[in-house]
């Protein structure tokens, strides 16, 4: 099992900047990707980040350029550092963890913290 918990989360003006933390815990051996996913009411959820073992990074393309997710392995935490935000960037943000299992491919979530871009 792997515990994960966000935070960073809150109220923030158009044009302002916010950083998530997602602390992992547990049995965190053998994570294979850890990303971001987010929600906006009405929405599916959707991939924002992603950041493997190797430290390889991908985004959405609605986030390119403006959001940049790293992980500190001494912290076992990941963060996303949000710049330039928009009102569309409101939604509840999700960590998610992946794990391989012999040859099962689990996938971890966090409780969510909301992001709202708001003047």
């Known amino acids: 099992q792997v515990q994960l918990v966000e935070s960073g989360g809150g109220l923030v003006q158009p044009g302002g900047s916010l950083r998530l933390s997602c602390a992992a815990s547990?049995?965190?051996?053998?994570?294979?990707?850890m990303d971001w996913y987010r929600q906006a009411p009405g929405k599916e959820r959707e991939l924002v980040a992603t950041?493997?073992?190797?430290?390889?990074?991908d985004y959405a393309d609605s986030v390119k350029g403006r959001f940049t997710i790293s992980r500190d392995n001494a912290r076992n935490t990941v963060y996303l550092q949000m710049n330039s935000l928009k009102a569309e960037d409101t939604a509840v943000y999700y960590c998610?963890?992946?794990?391989?299992?012999?040859?099962?491919?689990?996938?971890?979530w966090g409780q969510g913290t909301q992001v709202t871009v708001s003047s």
């Open positions: 998610s963890a992946t794990q391989l299992v012999g040859t099962i491919l689990l996938r971890y």
């Open positions: 547990g049995s965190i051996r053998s994570i294979n990707a």
């Open positions: 950041i493997t073992s190797s430290g390889s990074t």
